[in-house]
């Protein structure tokens, strides 16, 4: 197992309050997609529609470190790793290999979801 990030007291906060956001905004994107009642297609692309603020945010903030001076990772923290295929020799971010992941899943769910698959 990693070691645990050396983070600040306030970082921690930050980061705690951030889970906790998105526990929260799952579990209401859990109820909304598997609640039975009317609507459901509508409540799918509502679901869709959170999921893409979320990565939205996510690959804007990315983008835009240098304008703020941000960092993907941080010395005391994870650190990236070597891509999983030996050809690549730039290291790969955790948190950008999963959302992009992630983001791959949503578009296929949009897409089964619009009938793109089924035309």
């Known amino acids: 197992m990693p070691p645990t990030p050396a983070w600040t007291p306030h970082a921690r906060f930050h980061v705690v309050w951030q889970i906790s956001s998105y526990v929260g905004f799952g579990l ?3 109820a909304l997609t598997w609640w039975p009642g009317p609507l459901a297609v509508e409540r799918l692309y509502l679901v869709a ?20 001076g941000g960092a993907a990772y941080d010395k005391n923290g994870y650190q990236p790793f070597n891509a999983l295929h030996p050809h690549h020799r730039e290291k790969w971010d955790a948190n950008v290999t999963i ?20 035309r």
């Open 49 to 68: 529609l959170m999921s893409a603020i979320v990565y939205a945010a996510f690959f804007g903030a990315l983008i835009a470190m240098p304008l703020y």
């Open 28 to 30: 209401l994107a859990f």
């Open 99 to 118: 959302f992009s992941i992630q983001l791959v899943f949503l578009a296929g769910g949009l897409l089964a979801v619009t009938g793109v698959f089924t």
